[in-house]
T-cell receptor
C-alpha cells in the first residue's frame, strides 16, 4: 500500500516549457487535490476533483490544467511555465472530503528559470 | 467564508517545555478542524482532527488540541517538547460534511532548543 505517490520528485524547467506532474493513490479515495506550497503562505489549493470525472478550480488555478484520468490518477499540467510557478507541489487524496483526513504525497520541487 | 489564522510563523521552545501553537478560525457553521505536521522534505500528515465529538482532541506523538467555540480557537499543545517535534505545523478548517475543500493556515515552524 503506497498511499499517494508523485512523480517526478524534482524538476527544473525553463520559462515557457511545459510539463505534467503525475499523482496516483491506491486507497480507493474519491477526492484528489493539487496544492502549491510557498514560504510563509501555507498550502494553496490549485485544483481539486471531488470524484472521478469532475474537476474544479481552487484558490490559484491560473496557469494550470488538470486531468482526472481515472479514480486513481490526477495529473497537473503547466502549459507554459513561468518563474512565479517555482514552488513545491503536493497532491493529496481523501475518501470524501469534509471531516475526512487528507493524505499527502511526498511533493514535487519545481524550479522555473 | 471560512479562514484560518495561525499566530506566530516561528515558535522556539526548550526541550521539555510546554508547546503551544495558536490557531483561530472563521466559519459560518460548526467546523471540522485539523492540525497537520510537516517534517523537512516530506508531505503533510495528520496530527489530530475535531469533527464535533469531544472538544478536547488527542492526537499522535502526545499532542492535543481543544476546540473553544466562544473563542473560535483550536490551539495545539504538548506538555513536554522533544527534539523530534521540530517541524512545521498547519491548522486547517472545513465547514461542510460533504465539502471537498479544506483551507490551510500559513503554518508555524516549531524549533526545539537543547
Amino acid at each position: 500500500n503506497a498511499g499517494v505517490t508523485q512523480t517526478p520528485k524534482f524538476q527544473v524547467l525553463k520559462t515557457g516549457q511545459s510539463m505534467t506532474l503525475q499523482c496516483a493513490q491506491d486507497m480507493n479515495h474519491n477526492s484528489m487535490y493539487w496544492y502549491r506550497q510557498d514560504p510563509g503562505m501555507g498550502l494553496r489549493l490549485i485544483y481539486y476533483s471531488a470524484s472521478e470525472g469532475t474537476t474544479d478550480k481552487g484558490e490559484v488555478p491560473n496557469g494550470y490544467n488538470v486531468s482526472r484520468l481515472n479514480k486513481r490518477e490526477f495529473s497537473l499540467r503547466l502549459e507554459s511555465a513561468a518563474p512565479s510557478q517555482t514552488s513545491v507541489y503536493f497532491c493529496a487524496s481523501t475518501s470524501s472530503g469534509g471531516g475526512d483526513t487528507q493524505y499527502f504525497g511526498p511533493g514535487t520541487r519545481l524550479t522555473v528559470l | 467564508a471560512q479562514s484560518v489564522t495561525q499566530l506566530g510563523s516561528h515558535v522556539s521552545v526548550s526541550e521539555g517545555a510546554l508547546v503551544l501553537l495558536r490557531c483561530n478560525y472563521s466559519s459560518s457553521v460548526p467546523p471540522y478542524l485539523f492540525w497537520y505536521v510537516q517534517y523537512p522534505n516530506q508531505g503533510l500528515q495528520l496530527l489530530l482532527k475535531y469533527t464535533s465529538a469531544a472538544t478536547l482532541v488527542k492526537g499522535i506523538n502526545g499532542f492535543e488540541a481543544e476546540f473553544k467555540k466562544s473563542e473560535t480557537s483550536f490551539h495545539l499543545t504538548k506538555p513536554s517538547a522533544h527534539m523530534s517535534d521540530a517541524a512545521e505545523y498547519f491548522c486547517a478548517v472545513s465547514d461542510l460534511p460533504g465539502a471537498s475543500k479544506i483551507i490551510f493556515g500559513s503554518g508555524t515552524r516549531l524549533s526545539i532548543r537543547p
